[in-house]
C-alpha cells in the first residue's frame, strides 16, 4: 500500500476510534446500561442480532433488561423501554412523540397509513382510510366474514371426511387474505379455493422480510440499493424494500394486485357519473351490475373529498398504500390465529370450556356464529385477549422520536431526536401488570381487575398510530375460532417442539 494509502487508513481508523470513544463514554446516551456495541455502532449491533442471528434482537433485549432494568441503551442515539408507566406516557395523544422516519422508510412506503411519520399527514390519511375499516364498517362486513368463515368450514368438511390433516398456517392466511383482497381491492384473491390453499402474497412477503433486517443495519446502502433498483432493476443487495419495488415481482408474482386496480380504476375512469358519485360515504353495494365490486378503500383514495388536505394519489402512490393494507391485513391476524389454534389445543381446560360454551350457546352446528353473537360470548372473548397478549403478530421494536420539547425519563431529560423503542413483546409479558406473564390464561381477562389489563395490552399499540384494522382483526378471530371449535374437534399432527418457534422479522415469521 502507498504512503498516502496508509495514511488514509490510519486517520480512518483514528477518527473511527475518537467517535467510538465519545459514544461510549461522552454522548448524552452514555450515563444508561446496555451493549456496548450498539453504543459504538447500531449498525453492525442491529446486523448481527436480527440479520445474521434471524431476528434475534427482541430475546436479547429481553435479557438485557433483566440484567439492568427498564432502560437500555441499543444503538447510539437508541433506548429501549421496559416499563408500562412509560409506554402508556409515550402514548398519549397529545405525547408529541412520533415515528421514526429512518426506520420506517425501510419497513413500510413512504406516505402510506403505516409509513407516514408527518403526523399532520398522518391524521389526513387516517381520516381518509377509516371509513372503510371501521367499527360501523366491520359490523357491515360481518356477513362477508361469516360466509368466508363457512367457506373454509366446507373445506374442513371435505378433510374430516377423508380423515386427512389440513395445514392450519396456510388455511388461516388463504382466510385473511380472501377477506383483505376483497375490502382493499374489491375482488378477493380466491386463496381458500385454491387446493393448496395457494398464496403468493404471503409466499412473497416471508421471502422479503428474511431479509428484512438488512435495511434499517445498513441505511445508506440500502438507499442506495433502492435507487439502483428502481432506475436499472438490478438488485445488488438483498432487501425486503427492493424486492417490493422489483418490476419482475410486481409483473409475476402477484400481477393479480396490480391487475385487478388498474382494471378497477379504469373501469371507474370510463364511468364519469359513478366516479362523481363516490361521495365521501361509503358504497352500499359491493356488487353494481356491470362493474367491478366496490373497494371503499380505492373509492376514499381517490375522491379529492374524502377529507380535508388529502390529494388524490398517484397510481404508483396508490399501489403502495394498498400494499401496505394487504400486508397489515393479512398475516397479522393469521398469525394470531395459527397461534390461538395452538394454544387452545395444547390446553385441555382451556380447550374444554372454550368448546363448552361454544356449544352451549349456539348448539346447531349448521347455523354459522354470527359476530353478533361471538362477541357476547365472555370466554370465547377473554380467550381471544390471551391470544393477542402472546401471540406476537408485530412483537417487535416500534421506534419513537423524542419531541422537540425533549423527554423526561427517570428524572433526566432525554434530548429532542432521541430514539425510544418499545416492544409489544415485553409490555405483553411486564410482571408489573401480568400475573404469571408467561402462563396461558384467559381467566384473567374476567376477573375485576380486565380493564386495566386491557389498558395495558400493547399487541395493537396504542394513542394516535394503533392498529386501524382492530376490529376487523377481531372480527375475523371471534368468527373464525367460534365456527371452528364448536365444528370440529381439532388435534395437532407432526408439530415438533420448537415448531412454534418464532423470530421478529419486523412480522413474526
Ligand atoms: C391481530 C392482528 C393485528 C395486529 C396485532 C396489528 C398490530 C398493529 C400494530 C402494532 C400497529 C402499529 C404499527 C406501528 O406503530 O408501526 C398497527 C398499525 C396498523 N394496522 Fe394493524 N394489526 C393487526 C391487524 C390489522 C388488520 C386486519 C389491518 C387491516 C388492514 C391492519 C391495518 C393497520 C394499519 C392501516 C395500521 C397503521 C395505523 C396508523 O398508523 O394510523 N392491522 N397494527
Known amino acids: 500500500m502507498s504512503q498516502i494509502g496508509?495514511?488514509?487508513?490510519?486517520?480512518?481508523?483514528?477518527?473511527?476510534?475518537?467517535?467510538?470513544?465519545y459514544r461510549l463514554y461522552l454522548h448524552p446516551?452514555?450515563?444508561?446500561?446496555g451493549s456496548p456495541v450498539a453504543?459504538?455502532?447500531?449498525?453492525?449491533?442491529?446486523?448481527?442480532?436480527?440479520?445474521?442471528?434471524?431476528?434475534?434482537?427482541?430475546?436479547e433485549i429481553e435479557r438485557l433488561h433483566r440484567i439492568h432494568g427498564p432502560v437500555i441503551r441499543i444503538g447510539v442515539n437508541d433506548l429501549h423501554i421496559s416499563d408500562p408507566a412509560v409506554y402508556q406516557d409515550m402514548t398519549r395523544v397529545d405525547s408529541g412523540f412520533t415515528k421514526d422516519p429512518y426506520f420506517y422508510q425501510f419497513i413500510s412506503f413512504p406516505h402510506t397509513s403505516i409509513g407516514e411519520t408527518d403526523p399532520a399527514l398522518h391524521r389526513i390519511r387516517r381520516k381518509v382510510l377509516t371509513p372503510a375499516l371501521s367499527g360501523t364498517r366491520v359490523q357491515e362486513l360481518a356477513p362477508t366474514i361469516v360466509a368466508k368463515t363457512e367457506q373454509l368450514m366446507r373445506r374442513f368438511d371435505a378433510v374430516a371426511v377423508s380423515r386427512s390433516t389440513i395445514s392450519i398456517h396456510a388455511a388461516a392466511k388463504a382466510f385473511t387474505m380472501d377477506i383483505i383482497s376483497k375490502i382493499v381491492l374489491g375482488q378477493e384473491m380466491g386463496c381458500i379455493a385454491e387446493p393448496s390453499f395457494r398464496n403468493e402474497f404471503i409466499d412473497f412477503l416471508h421471502a422479503a422480510f428474511s431479509v428484512g433486517w438488512m435495511a434499517p443495519a445498513f441505511p445508506r446502502l440500502s438507499s442506495m440499493a433502492i435507487a439502483v433498483v428502481e432506475r436499472t432493476g438490478v438488485k445488488i443487495i438483498p432487501l425486503a424494500l427492493v424486492d417490493f419495488k422489483r418490476v419482475d415481482f410486481l409483473l409475476t408474482t402477484i400481477p393479480k394486485c396490480l391487475g385487478i386496480t388498474e382494471r378497477y380504476l379504469a373501469k371507474f375512469d370510463a364511468n364519469h357519473a359513478l366516479t362523481a358519485s363516490i361521495a365521501p360515504s361509503l358504497p352500499t353495494s359491493s356488487d353494481t351490475p356491470g362493474l367491478p365490486s366496490r373497494s371503499a378503500v380505492i373509492d376514499m383514495l381517490m375522491n379529492p373529498a374524502s377529507a380535508k388536505g388529502h390529494t388524490v394519489p398517484t397510481i404508483s402512490e396508490l399501489n403502495d398504500e394498498l400494499i401496505m393494507l394487504l400486508t397489515?391485513?393479512?398475516d397479522t391476524t393469521s398469525n394470531a390465529m395459527v397461534a390461538g389454534i395452538h394454544r387452545i389445543c395444547s390446553d385441555a381446560a382451556v380447550r374444554h370450556r372454550f368448546v363448552d360454551e361454544l356449544r352451549t350457546h349456539s348448539p346447531a352446528v349448521d347455523d354459522p356464529i354470527s359476530y353478533e353473537m361471538a362477541k357476547r360470548l365472555p370466554y370465547l372473548n377473554?380467550?381471544?385477549?390471551?391470544?393477542?397478549?402472546?401471540?406476537?403478530?408485530?412483537?417487535?421494536?416500534l421506534p419513537r422520536v423524542v419531541p422537540a420539547q425533549g423527554y423526561t425519563l427517570y428524572g433526566h431529560t432525554l434530548e429532542a431526536r432521541t430514539v425510544i423503542h418499545?416492544?409489544?413483546y415485553i409490555l405483553n409479558r411486564h410482571a408489573d401488570i401480568f400475573d404469571r406473564p408467561d402462563e396461558f390464561d384467559p381467566d384473567r381477562w374476567l376477573g375485576a381487575?380486565?380493564?386495566?389489563?386491557?389498558?395495558?395490552?400493547?399487541?395493537?399499540?396504542?394513542?394516535?398510530?394503533?392498529?386501524?384494522?382492530?376490529d376487523l382483526a377481531w372480527c375475523e378471530l371471534l368468527v373464525l375460532l367460534a365456527n371452528l371449535?364448536?365444528?370440529?374437534e381439532l388435534a395437532p399432527v407432526g408439530v415438533g417442539p420448537g415448531d412454534m418457534e418464532w423470530a421478529d422479522l419486523v412480522l413474526t415469521v
Open 29 to 33: 446516551l452514555s450515563r444508561y446500561p
Open 382 to 397: 377473554a380467550t381471544i385477549k390471551e391470544i393477542l397478549r402472546l401471540a406476537h403478530p408485530l412483537p417487535g421494536r
Open 328 to 330: 397489515a391485513g393479512n
Open 449 to 470: 381487575d380486565s380493564a386495566r389489563l386491557d389498558k395495558h395490552l400493547a399487541t395493537f399499540n396504542r394513542g394516535v398510530r394503533q392498529c386501524l384494522g382492530k
Open 6 to 21: 496508509i495514511a488514509v487508513v490510519s486517520l480512518y481508523a483514528v477518527l473511527w476510534l475518537s467517535r467510538a470513544i
Open 39 to 59: 453504543a459504538v455502532s447500531t449498525s453492525w449491533y442491529e446486523w448481527y442480532w436480527n440479520y445474521y442471528q434471524n431476528g434475534q434482537m427482541i430475546f
Open 422 to 424: 418499545t416492544s409489544a
Open 485 to 488: 371449535f364448536r365444528r370440529f
